[in-house]
């Protein structure tokens, strides 16, 4: 059952169109400082790029391929909110709004709701 948390800080998504990337959809990979760790750049072969969890790639030197589909779209929030958290990963929580929409959401803006 998903985790009920309050957003404790707005967050804006800086980007404005989600990727969607397949399990198996191998990507060229960046090292870029970043202050999430356990996340890379990556580029698909569309050339739209993003930022993607290591642990769902394999590593194959400049490459990687992902071992499961992916969508890179972040949600806004607004403080004062509610969410489901339905997964997390490196400081990201998969979180789904009130009104349905879902996206990644850092877990720092949220708090568990007793």
């Known amino acids: ?13 800086p980007y404005t169109e989600p990727l969607t ?3 198996g959809e191998r990507l060229r990979w960046e090292p870029r400082e970043c202050e999430w760790p356990g996340w890379i750049w990556c580029t698909a072969d569309s050339g739209e790029t993003r930022w993607v969890p290591e642990n769902w790639v394999k590593n194959e030197g400049e490459f990687c391929v992902l071992q499961r589909d992916y969508t890179a779209t ?3 929030v607004e403080e004062g909110g509610t ?3 339905l997964l997390t990963e490196s400081g990201w929580g998969w979180v789904s709004d009130e009104s349905g929409q879902s996206g990644w959401v850092p877990l720092e803006r949220l708090s568990a709701l007793p």
Not at 1 to 13: A, I, K, N
């Open 21 to 23: 990337l397949r399990k």
């Open 74 to 76: 972040e949600l806004s």
């Open 1 to 13: 059952m998903p985790e009920r948390y309050r957003v404790v800080r707005s967050y804006r998504s």
């Open 83 to 85: 969410v489901s958290v």
